[in-house]
């Protein structure tokens, strides 16, 4: 019996819609709280959420707490510019405009709450989080790296 290739794309888009349900429906297929919490949370590299138009940091991992020196509260009360020296906030701001979905850049330099200036390199995507336009950032130090030359 041949099918027409509307007949086969209406069957195809049955079994994904099929497949989906199943795995959502599926405990173990679901994503979890125990998956968030291995995929940021405890992520070995510091990572933070922050708001695009406030600019506010919204989450934060246990990595970046432990890093940059603040408390969770210190840190969830900080706006992206307070991680940059202030010499580099207008570049930054300049630049944030025209972030495509995804992006890594770098070298950055990121400023930890004793002041000591670190060299990341930034990787971030756009997410929703909450009904919040927000992006998702991963902080990799650069400054322990000998294979990474920095002006």
């Not at 770098?106 to 919040?132: A, C, E, M, N, Y």
Request: hydrophobic residues 40%.
């Amino acid at each position: 019996m041949s099918q027409s290739p509307a007949e086969r794309d209406a069957l195809l888009k049955a079994i994904k819609v099929e497949l989906k349900q199943r795995l959502w429906s599926e405990p173990r297929a679901r994503p979890t709280y125990g998956r968030y919490l291995s995929l940021f949370t405890l992520n070995p590299e510091c990572m933070w959420v922050y708001d695009v138009e406030t600019l506010q940091i919204l989450e934060v991992n246990e990595a970046a707490v432990r890093r940059y020196g603040y408390s969770r509260d210190e840190f969830l009360a900080l706006n992206i510019k307070a991680l940059r020296p202030a010499e580099d906030v207008p570049k930054l701001l300049e630049l944030l405009a025209d972030t495509p979905n995804f992006d890594r850049s770098g070298p950055w330099r990121h400023v930890l709450k004793d002041g000591t200036i670190i060299q990341v390199l930034i990787t971030s995507h756009s997410v929703k989080f909450g009904d919040r336009h927000a992006r998702l950032v991963m902080a990799e130090s650069l400054t322990h790296n000998p294979d990474i030359e920095i002006e």
